[in-house]
C-alpha cells in the first residue's frame, strides 16, 4: 500500500494544471523561474509546424509529470505492508471425502461430489490460522493433504480428486482411520474431523465405529455429514481407471442411523444434506464451531520511495529540456 509521511505537501499537485498561466504571468512581470513551465507559446497557433507543436506539448507533459514528482517526493512517498502475526495455534480440521463412484449421482448439483469439494474450498478460503487437512476414501483410503496452514496447495490437491480413483468400495472406518493418524499427535487447541459421505461401510477392515471411538478417545470431535437423496438419482460417471461412462440412475440409499451414531460416538453432530442449501448450512455450522480464538498482532514494515520519485523527477524535466531544445524553446 502507498503511504505519505507528509500527505499535506500533495496539495501543491492542483497547482499542474495552471503552470503555463503562472509562468507567463511571471514573465509579464519581468520575473522568470529556474525552468519553463509553459509550453512555448500557443501548440495550436496556425502556421507553426506540426513536429514543432509536439514537441512543444511533449515539453509540457514532462514538465507537469516533473513537476507532480516533485511534489510527491516532498510528500514522502513510502511502500507499506501489513501482515497479521497470529501469537497462538489454531485449531485443526480434518476432511475424510468418500470419493466412491456413488458420489457422482447429480442430485445435489452438479454432482455430490463436485458440490462437496465445492463447500470445502469455501470452507479453506475462509480459514485465517487453523490447520486443515484432507483425507479421500473409496474402498481404500489415502491421505490426499496433511493438516496444513498452506491452502492454496491443499485446494490444488482436493481440485485434483474425482469419483472413484479409489475403487468401487466404501470404506468409511479406514477414512476416519486415517484422520485420527495425521491428528492424534496434534498440538492444536481442537481438533475436529469431518465425514462427508452418501453410503455405508461396505469395504476395509476397520469398523466405523472403532474408528470414531479412537476419534473420541483422541481429543477429536468426528462430525458426520450425509450427502444426497434416497432412491433413484441420476447417475453420470465416468471410470478413472478404464475411461467407461456409465449413465443412468441409481438406487441411492444409505444408512442414516449408523452416521449418526457415528456422529454420536465421535462427539460431534450429523448433518443430513440433501441438496446445496443444506449443505452449505452444515458447513456454516462447522465453520462457527471449529473458528480459532487466538489472538493476532498486525506488523507493518515500510520501504521509502523518495530517491525512485525524485530520479523520475529528475528524468521527467531532463526531457523537458530537450525537447525544448529541439523546439527551439531552450531559452528559459
Known amino acids: 500500500?502507498?503511504?505519505?509521511?507528509?500527505?499535506?505537501?500533495?496539495?501543491?499537485?492542483?497547482?499542474?494544471?495552471?503552470?503555463?498561466?503562472?509562468?507567463r504571468f511571471l514573465r509579464g512581470r519581468g520575473l522568470s523561474l529556474p525552468f519553463p513551465l509553459d509550453s512555448?507559446?500557443?501548440?495550436?497557433?496556425?502556421?507553426?509546424?506540426?513536429?514543432?507543436?509536439f514537441l512543444r506539448a511533449a515539453r509540457a507533459l514532462a514538465l507537469a509529470l516533473g513537476f507532480a514528482a516533485c511534489v510527491a517526493a516532498a510528500a514522502g512517498p513510502a511502500l507499506v505492508t501489513?501482515?497479521?502475526?497470529?501469537?497462538?495455534?489454531?485449531?485443526?480440521v480434518v476432511f475424510v471425502l468418500d470419493v466412491s463412484p456413488s458420489m457422482a449421482a447429480s442430485d445435489v448439483p452438479p454432482s455430490r461430489i463436485e458440490a462437496a469439494k465445492a463447500i470445502i474450498g469455501q470452507f479453506i478460503a475462509a480459514r485465517r490460522n487453523e490447520t486443515v487437512g484432507l483425507v479421500a476414501f473409496g474402498q481404500e483410503a489415502a491421505l490426499i493433504c496433511p493438516p496444513t496452514l498452506d491452502y492454496a496447495a491443499l485446494s490444488s490437491r482436493l481440485a485434483s480428486i474425482k469419483s472413484g480413483i479409489f475403487g468401487d468400495g466404501t470404506a468409511i472406518g479406514a477414512g476416519i482411520a486415517t484422520a485420527v493418524a495425521h491428528e492424534a499427535r496434534s498440538t492444536a487447541p481442537e481438533k475436529?474431523?469431518?465425514?462427508?459421505?452418501?453410503?455405508?461401510?461396505?469395504a476395509g477392515a476397520i469398523d466405523p465405529a472403532t474408528a470414531a471411538d479412537a476419534a473420541r478417545r483422541y481429543g477429536i470431535t468426528?462430525?458426520?455429514?450425509?450427502?444426497?437423496?434416497?432412491g433413484d438419482v441420476p447417475f453420470d460417471y465416468v471410470d478413472p481407471a478404464t475411461g467407461e461412462r456409465r449413465t443412468g440412475t441409481y438406487k441411492s440409499g444409505f444408512d442414516q442411523g449408523q452416521l449418526e451414531r457415528l456422529a454420536l460416538e465421535g462427539g460431534g453432530q450429523y448433518y443430513a444434506a440433501e441438496n446445496k442449501a443444506a449443505l452449505a448450512s452444515a458447513f456454516d455450522s462447522l465453520s462457527e464451531k471449529s473458528a480459532s480464538l487466538s489472538r493476532s498482532r498486525t506488523l507493518s514494515s515500510e520501504k521509502p520511495l523518495v530517491a525512485q520519485v525524485m530520479l523520475l523527477a529528475f528524468a521527467a524535466l531532463a526531457a523537458a529540456r530537450i525537447f525544448g531544445l529541439l523546439g527551439g524553446g531552450g531559452r528559459p
Open 222 to 230: 468426528l462430525s458426520v455429514i450425509g450427502v444426497g437423496t434416497r
Open 40 to 53: 512555448g507559446g500557443s501548440l495550436f497557433a496556425v502556421g507553426v509546424p506540426l513536429f514543432p507543436r
Open 82 to 92: 501489513r501482515r497479521v502475526v497470529y501469537l497462538g495455534r489454531g485449531n485443526e
Open 1 to 23: 500500500m502507498l503511504a505519505f509521511d507528509r500527505p499535506a505537501a500533495l496539495a501543491l499537485l492542483v497547482l499542474v494544471p495552471g503552470l503555463p498561466l503562472l509562468a
Open 192 to 202: 475436529f474431523a469431518v465425514l462427508l459421505t452418501d453410503g455405508e461401510n461396505n
